[in-house]
Structures are given as structure tokens and as C-alpha cells.
């Protein structure tokens, strides 16, 4: 094999469905609804039935944090170059660790590929299925879900 024959790594998204294809859990979600924190695990973990079981009477999405591959153009927060939602993380969140968490997926993770150590230092903040009742968070998680702001970053200059 000679070096062109290597294939480039799979680009992951850190923030993907546990259903995902190919998800791999690489977090826990730990603290309260209102300020929840990610406890990276050390061995990101193949998901299973009996891993998703763990949720109990939660979705997976509320408990699990998990990479899959980056869908790029199929995911309504990627423009074509960045991804969005990183872009909004790194912009509109504090930080709420000072070093980089020591996350098993770094290697391949998008955020960090687009936004370096910014996203790492608010990512244990992050739940993939938001269940705050924060409008301010809900709308980084999508501005979408947030009836009429689809433009709300002209309103806000703080964080929350
Ligand atoms: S942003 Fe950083 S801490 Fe979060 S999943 Fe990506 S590499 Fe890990």
C-alpha cells in the first residue's frame, strides 16, 4: 500500500443521534436539565441495544452523547463548508472548562476541526436532544425550533 492508497478519516459529528449508523457513545450526560455537563468517557463505546437500554424511560439523544459520521449537505446545520452549529457554539456560549476535555473522538470530530480548542471548551455543555426550557440554548441547538428567530443572533450579544 503506498500513501495515496490511504483513505482520509471519516469526519465525525459529536453531537449525532445514538441510532445513528456507525454511532459510536463517547459521553455521558451528567448535572441538571438547566445545566447539564458531559462526562467523557474513556473508551468511546460501539452503541448496542443494552447500551441504549441504559437511557430507561429517557431518549438516548437526552443521556448519550455520540459521534457518526459528518452528513454533511444532508444535515440542515451544515452551509456547505462549516457546520453551523459549531459556529454557534463557539459564538454564543461560554466556556466551561479551561483545558481540553479528554475526548476519545477528537481525532475526527468536526467541531474541533472548524473551530479548535473554542469548541472543546463549551462542549461539556452541550446535550444532543435539548430538553431546557432555555430559549437562549434551545436557539443555538436550532434556531428552527425557536418560532420566529430564525435571525436571532442580531438581537443577542451576550450569552446567557
Ligand atoms: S468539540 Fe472537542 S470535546 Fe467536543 S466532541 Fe469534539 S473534540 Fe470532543
Same mark, same amino acid.
Do not use: I, Y
Given at each position: 500500500m503506498t500513501a495515496s492508497d490511504k483513505k482520509p478519516p471519516v469526519i465525525q459529528?459529536?453531537?449525532?443521534?445514538?441510532?445513528?449508523?456507525g454511532a459510536v457513545v463517547f459521553g455521558v450526560v451528567t448535572g441538571t436539565t438547566e445545566s447539564p455537563r458531559i462526562g467523557y468517557l474513556t473508551e468511546a463505546q460501539p452503541v448496542t441495544e443494552s447500551l441504549l437500554a441504559l437511557a430507561g424511560q429517557a431518549n438516548p439523544g437526552q443521556v448519550f452523547r455520540a459521534a457518526s459520521p459528518c452528513a454533511g449537505g444532508g444535515?440542515?446545520?451544515?452551509?456547505g463548508t462549516d457546520c453551523r452549529l459549531a459556529t454557534r457554539i463557539a459564538q454564543f456560549l461560554d466556556p466551561v472548562v479551561n483545558s481540553l476535555p479528554a475526548c476519545e473522538i477528537r481525532p475526527t470530530c468536526r467541531w474541533f476541526r472548524q473551530e479548535g480548542r473554542v469548541a472543546c471548551l463549551r462542549? $461539556?455543555?452541550? &446535550?444532543?436532544e435539548v430538553c431546557t426550557t432555555d430559549e437562549y440554548r434551545r436557539w443555538i441547538a436550532d $434556531?428552527?425550533? &425557536?418560532?420566529?428567530?430564525?435571525?436571532?443572533s442580531e438581537n443577542i450579544s451576550s450569552g446567557p
Open positions: 459529528c459529536p453531537s449525532a443521534q445514538p441510532t445513528n449508523p444535515c440542515k446545520h451544515f452551509d462542549c $461539556p455543555q452541550v &446535550v444532543t $434556531p428552527e425550533s &425557536v418560532a420566529g428567530t430564525s435571525d436571532k
